[in-house]
Nanobody
Framework: VQLQASGGGLVQAGGSLRLSCAASGSISSIDTVGWYRQAPGKQRGWVAVISSGGGTNYADPVKSRFTISRDFAKNTVYLQMNNLKPEDTAVYYC??????????WGQGTQVTVSS
């Protein structure tokens, strides 16, 4: 399975973006998929996860603003990001959770939020 994140861009504070994580193989082979992000000078950390059963969890900074969803038919996991803040600026990646697989890291997608 290969995972590719896309959908990033430049947006003003308060705006929205929807990221997509497309799997080349069956994403159902990954029980829990997570979105991660890495800001300049900071460590990569998870922001949202979704299990094969649809259970979700969010990191505190994004609760009530981000929504993760999963479409098995399209082999895709989405991250809807609303009310974006400058501190959300980062490169976003998708991978398995809680233990990411080295070979699943792709190029990520850049999200830049201007104030």
């Amino acid at each position: 399975v290969q995972l590719q994140a896309s959908g990033g861009g430049l947006v003003q504070a308060g705006g929205s973006l929807r990221l997509s994580c497309a799997a080349s193989g069956s994403i159902s082979s990954i029980d829990t998929v997570g979105w991660y992000r890495q800001a300049p000078g900071k460590q990569r950390g998870w922001v949202a996860v979704i299990s094969s059963g649809g259970g979700t969890n969010y990191a505190d900074p994004v609760k009530s603003r981000f929504t993760i969803s999963r479409d098995f038919a399209k082999n895709t996991v989405y991250l809807q990001m609303n009310n974006l803040k400058p501190e959300d600026t980062a490169v976003y990646y998708c991978n398995s959770w809680p233990i990411p697989v080295k070979n699943y890291w792709g190029q990520g997608t850049q999200v830049t939020v201007s104030s």
